[in-house]
């Protein structure tokens, strides 16, 4: 069975809804650091959460959630993390 997602994960999740940025960015955005940041973004990458692309011209990758496995809905005054196993 697996382990409940982080707080910072779901944070991280949200953030990248929709959107693609580096480990970078998304620290810099949740106030936190990128080696933090980046042990987040490992764990939900491997669990196929998250997709990573790597960025052209530059080293790094960007990562973004995988619309398969994850939809957020916002519905009035709540959001709802839905999270489907592959």
Same mark, same amino acid.
């Given at each position: 069975? %697996?382990?409940?997602?982080?707080?910072?994960?779901?944070?991280?999740?949200?953030? &990248? *809804? @929709?959107?693609?940025?580096?480990? *970078?960015?998304?620290?810099?955005?949740? $106030?936190?650091?990128?080696? =933090?940041?980046?042990?987040?973004?490992?764990?939900?990458?491997?669990?196929? &959460? =998250?997709?990573?692309?790597?960025? %052209?011209?530059?080293? @790094?990758? =960007? *990562?973004?959630?995988?619309?398969?496995?994850?939809?957020?809905? $916002?519905?009035?005054?709540? %959001?709802? =993390? *839905?999270?489907?196993?592959?």
């Amino acid at each position: 069975m %697996e382990k409940p997602l982080h707080p910072l994960q779901i944070d991280i999740l949200k953030i &990248l *809804y @929709g959107k693609k940025m580096t480990i *970078y960015k998304v620290a810099k955005k949740l $106030n936190k650091q990128t080696p =933090l940041i980046q042990f987040h973004v490992r764990q939900l990458y491997n669990k196929k &959460l =998250l997709i990573r692309k790597e960025m %052209e011209n530059r080293n @790094g990758f =960007l *990562y973004y959630t995988n619309k398969r496995t994850v939809k957020i809905i $916002n519905d009035k005054d709540k %959001e709802i =993390l *839905y999270i489907r196993a592959e």
